[in-house]
C-alpha cells in the first residue's frame, strides 16, 4: 500500500492527475448523459446517439488513462508507441461497446457480473496495453503479487457496479458509478505501482517511439472533445427535463379535464390524483397525495385486479362518505417507468338511472302499483312457493263499472284520478300478505296470498265491492262506480299463473254479465262455453275463407193476387260436420267478432248476382246488421254489388232493424239517404218490437214495413194482435209506405192480412227459404198457375 | 265566519252504517278514540265538523277547503269500519253551518226520536239526508257554547 501512496503522491504530477480525474468526471458524464438521451430517442438517432456514448465512454477511458501516463514522472526519457496506443483505444471503445450491448435488458444479476468482469477486462486490456506501449529508456520490471492482487480487486469491483447499476432500488443504483471509478482507480494504480522502471544508458528509446510532447496535444484534443460532448449531453438532458416538466403539466392538466378520477400511484400510495377524484371524495386539492389506496377503495386488492378489466367497488371518503365506484386499474409509462393508474368512475348515476329504469319497467306510473309484468312476475314466484308451502291463495281481478262513462263524459284527467284513488281503496282492502297490480286501463289484479278457507276470497271481494262502490270526490264532482271482481283459486281452478288469470278474467266476465258490482268465482262451465264459442268463432273465419255459405230465398207474395213480388235472401251456413248451421247460432257471434262484415258483403253480392237472372219483376230482398252500418263505405259496397250483377237499382231491397238506428242516428240517416238516392228500396224490418218508435217512420221514409211475426202467430183470434196489426197496416198505408206481414203460417192470418188492407204476405203459408234452385222452381210454377 | 275569508269553502256530508260491535260501552270506547284522531287531523287541514252517531248510523259533516276536505273524504272511504258510504250533501258553501270545531260530536237527545227514526229507516236517501241535516242543525244550535264537548252531548 505504501508503494501505491508513493506512486501517487510522489512519482505523479498532481496537477496532470487532477486534469485525468477531471477528465474522467467529465467523460463520464457526457457518455451518461448521451446514453440517456439514446434511450429517451427512438430509431436513427438512438443507435447514433448510443454509438457517441459508447466511443466517448472508450475515449473517457483512454483519455484518462494517457492523461494518468502523462502524469507519471518516470525520471527518464519515455515515449509512447504509438501503434499499441492506438491498440488500446480501440480496445477500450470495443470492450465497453460490447459490454454495454451486452448489458442492455439484462435482469440476472450474474450475468451482470460476468458483464461487469468483462468490462473490467477491457479496461485492464486498455491499460496494459498503455502500459506495453509507454516505452522508456531503461528495464521496466514488474511486482506479479501486487498485479495479482489489484487486477482481481478491480475486476470483482467492475462486476460488482454492474450488478447494482442494473439494481431496482434507487440507493444501490447510485453507488454504480462511484464504484465503476474506483473500479478503475484500483486497476490503473495498481498497475502503475507494480511497474517498476530502472534507467539503463545502454537502452535507447525505439526510433518509432512518439515524445510525450506529441502525445499530449492528441490527448487533450480528445479531452477536449470529451468536454464539448458533455456539453452537448448536459443540454440534452436540461431539454429532456424541461420537456418533461411540460409532459407533466399537460397530463396532470388533461387528468384534470378528464371525468373519471385518476389515481398515480406507487404501491399502495397514491402520488398524485386529479380534480374528478378529489372533487368525488370532496377533499382538497392535493389532500390525497400520500394516502393509503386501501384506506380508500376498502375490499379491493388493487394489486390483484387484472389490468383493463373494470371492478366494482365501494369508495369511502374521509367523512365516510360511500360511493359505488368501476376500477379500472393499468399500468401507463409515465416519466422514467411504468406507473399504476386507477380509473376510478362514479356509477351513482348510472345505478340511480338504472333503479328508476327498474322501477318504470315494474310499476304503473300513473297509480305506483305493480304493473302486469311485475304481477306476472309475483304470482310466477307465488306459484313456485307453493309448489314448495302447499298454501292454497287466489287470483283476483277486477275492473270499474261504467269506468269508460267517467272517463268520456269528465275527462281522461279526472279518469286517472280516480283509477289513483281507487289503487289506494284497494291498498285498503287488501290483507297484510296481499298484493294489487294494475294490469291496464281500469284492470285490476289482487294476489290474495294465503287462505285458511275459500269463504276468505269471498269477504275480499266484498271489501274491494264495498270500497269501491262509495262515492269518490274528485275536483269537487261525485263520481259514482262500481267494481266487479272475478276470482280464481289455487289449486283448485288451476296452478299455472296464466290459466289462473286467465280463469279470473273468464269468471270477471261472468259477473259482469250477471249484472255489475258483483262477485263471481270461476266455473269450469264458463271455460267450457268459452271454448265452444272460441272453437264456432276459429270455424266461422274458416267458413268464411272456405266459402261454406249458402243463400236461401223466402217468396213474398201480392195480398191480393197471390203472385210472387219479392224474395228475402237468407244466410244458411252448410257446416262440413255439423250439417246447416241456424243462423240463431252463428249470426250473434259473426256480429261480436266483425265477421259480420266479410259474411255480409258475401251475401249482398251472392243475392244480386243470382237476382240478376229472375224474372224482372221479382225483387231480392236482403239484410243489413248494425256492424255493417258502421263501416262508413256501404252505401259504395251495395253499388259496387249492383254494378258488378247487372241488377237495376230498383230491384233490391234493404232490410234494417231499429238497432240500425239507434247509434249514431246522424250517420245512419246520412248513409240511408245516399242508398235511397241511389234508387234502392229501404225496409223498416221486425216493425212492433223494441221501442219501435215513430219518430223513425217520420225522420227517415222508409219504403216499406215489415209487420213481426210475433203479432201474426196471435191472428185472427187474438183481439190484440189483430187492432195493432191492423193499426200499423192503416199508419203505413197513410204514410205510403208499403206493408208486408211476415210469418203467415194459416189461410186464415193470410184472409185476415189481405182483408186489412196488407200489400205483401211472407211466411210458411206460401213458402219457407229455399235454395235457390228449388225457388226458382217455385217460381216457374207460380207463374205457370 | 265572513263568506271574504272562505273563497274556497266546501261541504260534504254521509251517512253510513257502523259496523261497530261490543257493548255500547265498547262502541263509545271505539268512537271517542277515532273522535280523537279525526280532531288532530281535521285541524292540521283546517277542516271543521261534526259527527252525529244514532247507534246504527253515522251522519258527518266536513267543512273546509276543498282539497283538504277530499283528501279526508279519500281516508274516510277507506275504512272499513263502517260500510254503505252514502253521501248526503256535497258542494261549494258560502259558510259552515256546522260550528268551528275541528270534529264536534252530537249523541241525539230524548226529543230527536222521530228524526232519528227517519234518518235510519228512510229508503229515500233524500228524505233520510233530510231529517239528518235537520236533526244535527237541531242538536247543534241551541247550545252553540258546548259543541264539541262530549259529555254533555252523551246524555
Redesign the interface.
Known sequence: MRSVYICLTQAHDHQLILLAAGTCVVGVYGSFSVATHAARSEGRSATLWAGASIVASGCTAWATHMIGLLAFRPGMPAGFDPYLTALSLLVAIAGIGISVALAIGQRKRVHRFLIGVLLGSSIAALHYLGEASYLVAGTVTWDPPLLAVSIPTSLLMFGVAMVVTGERRRDLRRAGAPLLVAAIGVLHFGGMTAMTLAFDPERSLPPHAVPPEVIAPVVAGVSLGLLALAVVGLRLTLQARAQARRDQQRLRELANLAVEGLAVCDDDMITTANRSLERLLSVNPGELNGRRLSDLLPGLAVAALPEREEREAELVGTDGLRVPVRVLRSKVPLGSGLQTVLAIRDQRERLQTESKIRTLAYSDALTGLPNRAHFHDLLAHHVASYREHDRAFAVLVLDLDRFKLVNDTLGHGLGDVLLCKTAQRLKAALGEHDVVARLGGDEFAVLQADLPNPEVVQVLAGRIIELIGRPFLIEGQLVNVGASVGAALAPVDGIEPSQLVRNADLALYKAKTDGKGTFRRFDPVLDARVQARRSLEADLRRAIAMQEFEVYYQPLVDARSGRITAAEALVRWRHPERGLVSPADFIPLAEETGLIGPLGQWVLRTACAQAAHWPSHIRVAVNLSPAQFRDLRLADTVKAALAASGLTADRLELEITEGVLLADEERTLATLTRLRAAGVSISMDDFGTGYSSLSYLRRFPFDKIKVDQSFVRQLPGDLESAAIVRAIITMGTCLGMTITVEGVETAEQFAFSAASGCDQVQGYLVSRPLPLDEFLSFVEAREAA | MNPQDTPDL?R?V?RSRSTFEGTAEDVQRAIDKTLATSRTRNAEAGITGTLLFTRLFFVQALEGP?AA??AI??RI????RH?N???VE???VLEPIFGEDPMSYLVPDAGSGALVERVEHDTELADAAAAAMKLMAALIRPQPHAIGSVPQFAA
Open positions: 266546501f260534504l254521509y276543498a276536505v277530499e273524504f279519500d272511504c277507506c275504512d272499513l260500510v258510504v252514502e253521501v256535497c258542494g261549494p
